[in-house]
């Protein structure tokens, strides 16, 4: 069976905390989603504000949709406006786009308490902005919203609301669960119900997550004859989001058996959810299933040991059909399996003996601090030492750094580095925002002599975390370091009392990784 995935983040997806992406990036992340495959991607509200405006009208020149069609989202006409005088309806129709979805009562206390009026009038203001929408030439889609809550108060009322909006024309009728409380065993009772009495009807749903049930009460309704599902990706909404999109597709599509975006498009799954997470400036929980970096990585000993006979063993899926792949981590926990599977994935060949090395002296760091499972380029250099193989790309003597508060709002921090390299001896400042940006900006600048393409190099993220707190001032302190060079991103690690030692102690380890890795 075919389902029709609805896309709404860069409308009920952007109702989120925090999420205010530009114009731009709104056009980018559509066309992002079409990519994928999907069915409808919901714009926005035209008409709701001037970012909104400009959106459809950039739409109009700049998306040219390959996969799926635009959807302009509005309300059913005010309770004291016609239709065809109602200026939001107006937006719709002036979005440009053939297909809207329009959000109407479906609760009698919401009908009462929200909207101060009676069943009759907002069925009325539906079938009236349905008729008057269709007669436009519109496809609509109409979201009955609180229809979960609304039935277990007053079915009659919603099954009368339902009967008048499918009768008007709607093309179809999406239950939804505006406060996201519904359990899936009311979500089967209440669909089972309801579809029974309406066979012919088109049925879609949209789920959201305050109870965690969104997607797997999407995956009950789709069971139950439900071929629309909406949702968002990253499962961004307002309050605890919408039903994830990123764990619901593959759920139909490689559980069910279910057709719901092309399996060519699967695998861009996770370049895409991390893509779009970059542009709005959320990051991906790492244990996110199918998507986060962590979905399928394994830790412990056991586990990468089955894992070098058969990843299914401890794998549910293949992770390269939603574009994710095995990683292995070394931890005070690994076995010699671990040790080899990793180094395998650098490239490397671990011998037995080289591998209990290794174990040996990751636990003795882990214990005063390290931790290499989100560092693995620090890993790698550690790898390479026991074989024997150490960067010789420079020779440190020194650094220096201070910090100049020189206005009310301004505090300058500069570096100066001492280093040999090749057999040169250089003496360098930089001068940044902090004491790491300018310590990277000094050692960069002693090394661009020799090492050109150094500059290529960028600091993307710093982690700072105090171990053992109860020491207070003298506590050993771990710093986690992001670098990339536009092609690839790797971290490293350093731990020292002083904040500032370990973060060159990582810096180092950084600029090496690329040298051994370029």
Same mark, same amino acid.
């Given at each position: 069976?075919?389902?029709?995935? *609805? @896309?709404?983040?860069?409308? !009920? ?5 925090? %999420?205010?992406? +530009? &114009?731009?990036?709104?056009? /980018? ?118 229809? *979960? @809550?609304?039935?277990?108060? !007053? ?5 009368? %609301?339902?009967? +008048? &909006?499918?009768?008007?024309? /709607? ?348």
């Amino acid at each position: 069976m075919k389902i029709d995935i *609805f @896309d709404t983040t860069l409308r !009920d997806g952007f109702q989120q905390e925090g %999420i205010s992406p +530009s &114009v731009k990036d709104k056009i /980018a992340i559509a066309k992002l989603i079409d990519e994928l495959g999907v069915s409808y991607i919901e714009g926005g509200w035209p008409g709701a504000s001037p970012k909104e405006e400009e959106f459809f009208e950039t739409a109009k020149k700049e998306l040219n949709l390959k996969n799926a069609k635009l959807v302009s989202f509005g309300s059913t006409r005010k309770l004291n406006l016609s239709a065809k005088d109602d200026p939001q309806v107006k937006a719709l129709v002036d979005s440009g786009t053939d297909y809207v979805c329009i959000v109407g009562k479906s609760s009698k206390l919401h009908i009462t308490k929200a909207l101060q009026t009676d069943v009759d009038s907002a069925i009325e203001m539906a079938v009236d902005t349905i008729l008057y929408l269709k007669s436009k030439g519109k496809k609509v889609f109409f979201d009955a919203e609180h229809f *979960f @809550d609304g039935y277990k108060e !007053d079915s009659e009322t919603s099954l009368k %609301i339902l009967e +008048s &909006v499918v009768t008007a024309g /709607a093309d179809c009728f999406i239950f939804c669960d505006t406060n996201g409380g519904t359990l899936p065993e009311e979500v089967r009772k209440i669909l089972s119900e309801v579809i029974e009495k309406y066979p012919k009807t088109k049925f879609g749903v949209h789920f959201q997550n305050d109870n965690g049930c969104a997607v797997v009460n999407s995956m009950v309704a789709v069971d139950l004859g439900v071929d629309h599902v909406q949702g968002t990706i990253n499962g961004y909404g307002e309050r605890t989001g919408n039903a994830d999109l990123c764990t619901l597709i593959p759920n139909l599509s490689l559980k069910q058996n279910y057709e719901t975006i092309p399996i060519d498009s699967l695998k861009k799954l996770t370049q895409t959810a991390n893509h779009i997470a970059e542009l709005v400036n959320v990051s991906i929980d790492s244990r996110h299933p199918y998507v986060g970096s962590s979905a399928f990585t394994h830790k412990a000993g056991l586990h990468a040991s089955g894992m070098s006979k058969d990843s299914s063993l401890y794998e549910h899926i293949d992770s390269s059909k939603v574009g994710n792949f095995t990683r292995t981590t070394v931890s005070e926990l690994a076995g010699r399996a671990s040790v080899i599977t990793k180094a395998e994935e650098f490239g490397l060949n671990i011998n037995n003996d080289e591998a209990k090395e290794l174990i040996q002296q990751v636990q003795n760091l882990e214990h005063i601090g390290f931790q290499f499972e989100a560092a693995d380029a620090s890993l790698f250099i550690l790898m390479n030492s026991i074989k024997g193989i150490r960067p010789d790309f420079f020779e440190f003597e020194s650094f220096r750094v201070f910090s100049e508060r020189r206005n009310s709002e301004n505090v300058v921090s500069e570096a100066v580095c001492k280093i040999t390299v090749n057999g040169n001896r250089y003496v360098k400042t930089g001068e940044g925002v902090g004491p790491v940006d300018a310590l990277s900006k000094a050692l960069k600048a002693a090394l661009e002599n020799d090492y050109q393409d150094i500059n290529n190099v960028k600091l993307i993220d710093y982690k700072v975390r105090i171990i053992d707190s109860s020491d207070g001032t003298e506590a050993k302190t771990r710093v986690l370091v992001e670098f990339t060079d536009t092609k690839k991103q790797w971290s490293t690690i350093g731990v020292h009392e002083n904040i500032i030692n370990a973060s060159w102690n990582a810096l180092c380890d950084g600029f090496n990784y690329y040298f051994m890795t370029s």
